[in-house]
T-cell receptor
Framework: KAGVTQTPRYLIKTRGQQVTLSCSPI?????VSWYQQTPGQGLQFLFE???????NKGNFPGRFSGRQFSNSRSEMNVSTLELGDSALYLC??????????????FGNGTRLTVT | AQSVTQLDSHVSVSEGTPVLLRCNYS??????LFWYVQHPNKGLQLLLK??????LVKGINGFEAEFKKSETSFHLTKPSAHMSDAAEYFC??????????FGDGTTLTVKP
């Protein structure tokens, strides 16, 4: 079974631009979560999508948005990029049963650098 | 509300000696608990999970963890460290609402 695939692997953008990151979950997984990882703040939860609906949301500004398609693939978008948005963005998929005991399966992340 | 505290931000051991990474949790519900490992520039990989079955959980690569409800702990251990175990480790608590809370991580260094 193919793992979680994130594209692109690396991105360099300029302040004020916008960016779209893509995540393809493991086949059969209906939940996709996004995380931002930085040395200073650690791993922070952005949002979770299940069956095309946002089910949980972290504490990030509205510049961060996401969506999920009918095939469970997900995208996240960051508009008006700031230097502080430089981070490793991780996507994780799971069965999403809502019971809490489905483990997360992570992709290798997208490394975003904002200059 | 739920929270996770990893008691050590850095742990250093010599190759061949035991590893102990400590995790305490707080949860209003019966939690599911996980340990993940992250190697540099990689995503997180599941080591093991506890979901209210046996309190001693065995994972991959020789790791295991013991759930102690009275101490609200879920410490990760390995009898003998290997150089390839050097990585960052995350303890995670998850509720039945499907929300996961991550600890701040413990960086494990293994000296030859």
């Amino acid at each position: 079974k193919a793992g979680v695939t994130q594209t692109p692997r690396y991105l360099i953008k300029t302040r004020g631009q916008q960016v779209t990151l893509s995540c393809s979950p493991i086949s059969g997984h209906r939940s996709v979560s996004w995380y931002q990882q930085t040395p200073g703040q650690g791993l922070q939860f952005l949002f979770e999508y299940f069956s095309e609906t946002q089910r949980n949301k972290g504490n990030f500004p509205g510049r961060f948005s996401g969506r999920q398609f009918s095939n469970s693939r997900s995208e996240m978008n960051v508009s008006t990029l700031e230097l502080g948005d430089s981070a490793l963005y991780l996507c994780a998929s799971s069965l999403g049963t809502g019971t809490g005991n489905s483990p997360l399966h992570f992709g290798n992340g997208t490394r975003l650098t904002v200059t | 509300a739920q929270s996770v505290t990893q008691l050590d931000s850095h742990v250093s051991v010599s190759e061949g000696t035991p590893v102990l990474l400590r995790c305490n949790y707080s949860s209003s519900y019966s939690p599911s608990l996980f340990w993940y490992v992250q190697h540099p520039n990689k995503g997180l990989q599941l080591l093991l999970k506890y979901t209210s079955a046996a309190t001693l959980v065995k994972g991959i690569n020789g790791f295991e963890a013991e759930f102690k409800k009275s101490e609200t702990s879920f410490h990760l251990t390995k009898p003998s460290a290997h150089m390839s175990d050097a990585a960052e480790y995350f303890c995670v608590v998850s509720t039945n609402a499907g929300k996961s809370t991550f600890g701040d991580g413990t960086t494990l260094t293994v000296k030859p």
